[in-house]
């Protein structure tokens, strides 16, 4: 019989506190503890059947096994679970790193509009006061800010011949309802720009469509030729510029003011 002080597996209150302890002093955690704990538990429970005269018949070498593959089966478990955090883990860097590789439109124009902040352009600064007297001195209303832009290379390409104006960083609607249908069938609309050197020239205003989901507005026709070739000082990789839009005349013709607010690359 057991005394008051024993456990049914072997172990009295005391011993039974004292390894209690030392397991969770050695493990740190308490899932590990409670795993360990069982083992020393389960292996005493063994060594005691196979020692200790009990009238029943036991076969040791199955109680062995049964608990080697209790063991091993312990020992499977935690290592699958593992296993599949450090999947989840490689699966989420893979996640990161494509994301930053192909980053949404999204994420493309927070980062430009955070470039925007550092170099104190956000809000936009006004258009400057040369540009106001040349609009007004055509009869020009309705001034609204369309876009502030990274002039890029593609823009300066004469293979290409355009200004691209994504949708997705225009800043307001200026386009009447003729004139979104017409660009709608891929009709250009002819425009003024005054130029950054506030001389005004002719051009076409184009909507395209790149792949699927993006679409942006272009003035070409004339635009490498005249523009880029007469304002090489101000239209440079890197540079920001503003792109303003008014109305002219009494059939509200569309036009547009070219203003460099940000110097770009040196060469």
Sequence with gaps: MSNSNEVENGYDADSWEELKRKVEHESGHAGESLSKLTSIVLQGFVNRLLTEPTGIPIEKEGIERENQDYLIHKQNKHSACHNDKQQQIEKEKEKKKKKRANPSPREGQDEIMKKFVELGLEPPPDMPEAFKICIQDMGGTEIKLVIQKFIRVADLDPQQNRMSMPLKQVRCEFLNEVEKEKLSRRQAIQVVLVEPRVVVSELNLNKWDVGKTSS??????????????????????????????????????????????????QH
Excluded: C
């Design 216 to 265: 942006s507005y272009v003035l070409n026709g004339r635009w490498h030729k005249n523009v880029v070739k007469n304002n090489g000082d101000s239209l440079k990789p890197s540079a920001v510029v503003q792109i303003w839009s008014f109305r002219v005349g009494t059939n509200m013709q569309l036009g547009f003011a070219l203003v460099k607010v940000r110097d770009g690359e």
